[in-house]
């Protein structure tokens, strides 16, 4: 089957774009087709496959390995899903979203919450990342319509706005610490709900984040890519975890130069 090429534009709602800047996420609408989702998630499954051939019962498994099966890089281990991840379409949304001129892929990754499956707990993703810019977005997509007792994310408006906030990676005690500062007064909480196959959520580095379990009996299939803009500058790793994304998903570049390995291509403008 040939996969659709997801180019063309999408014109951006004023308050999405508003909605990014000052609450950190947004949700798009109709960004790719209900079609367009399912031509792509075959290859995307596949990508997840290859990943995951077996994957552990949960009783052996943490909090973050209970709340879904991660595949990073399907762009690069399985060729077909390159047009979903490069789509000019989506890295256009991003760069209109953060009102910049040009994003680069930093990475993608499947996040398939199985049936069962737990809860993603509180964090913050820009910890991870090695880079000299706040102008990083992720988007997360569902290829299948959400069934409502699983939903979307859930985000602390305005979260963004802190930078790092100190809760460490994703884990209990991230989420503990996170969940205390909401308890105690903090920001207000949104979720854009229930999304259809191609909606998708955007959200800033800092912003911090959240999404329920899976109670039902089918998978929760989406695609997340992640682009910063161009331009940004590798920073000096601060943590193994920022180590490893420099070596990985920087192409290893040197603190302070332009991040722009073969890793990360220009995918807007085209
Ligand atoms: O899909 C999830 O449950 C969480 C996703 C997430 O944390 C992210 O995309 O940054």
């Known amino acids: 089957m040939t996969l659709p ?7 951006l709602a004023p308050d999405a774009v508003a909605s990014l800047r000052e609450r950190g996420h947004c949700v798009v609408r109709g960004l790719a087709s209900a079609d367009e989702c399912a031509a792509y998630l075959p290859e995307i499954q596949a990508g997840v496959d290859r990943w995951h051939p077996e994957p552990p019962p949960f009783d052996e498994r943490d909090t973050y390995g209970k709340a879904f099966l991660q595949a990073m890089a399907l762009r690069s281990i399985h060729e077909p899903t390159m047009g979903f991840v490069d789509s000019p379409r989506f890295a256009r949304a991003a760069a209109e979203l953060m009102g910049v001129d040009g994003v680069r892929l930093y990475h993608d990754q499947a996040l398939f ?5 737990g809860r ?5 993703d820009q910890n991870y990342w090695p880079l000299d810019t706040d102008d990083i977005v992720t988007m997360w997509m569902p290829l299948v319509d959400l069934d409502p007792a699983v939903g979307s994310m ?4 305005g979260s963004h706005l802190d930078g790092d906030v100190g809760a460490g990676e994703i884990s ?10 909401i308890d105690t007064g903090g920001r207000a909480t949104t979720t854009h709900g229930v999304l259809r196959a191609g909606d998708a959520t955007f959200h800033k580095g800092w912003t911090i984040h959240s999404a329920g379990p899976n109670p039902t009996d089918r998978m929760r299939p989406v695609m997340t890519i992640i682009w910063f803009a161009d331009g940004a500058r ?8 920022q180590r490893f994304d420099l070596h990985t998903w920087l192409g290893g570049a040197a603190p302070g130069t332009l991040a ?5 291509p220009l995918v807007w403008p085209t």
């Open 234 to 241: 590798a920073t000096e790793p601060n943590s193994p975890e």
């Open 120 to 124: 993603t707990p509180w964090h913050q």
């Open 172 to 181: 209990d005690a991230s989420d503990e610490a996170i969940q205390r500062s």
């Open 113 to 117: 919450k199985e049936p069962r499956g």
């Open 154 to 157: 859930t985000f602390i408006d």
């Open 260 to 264: 722009q390995s073969d890793t990360n």
């Open 5 to 11: 090429t997801l180019d063309g534009h999408h014109e």
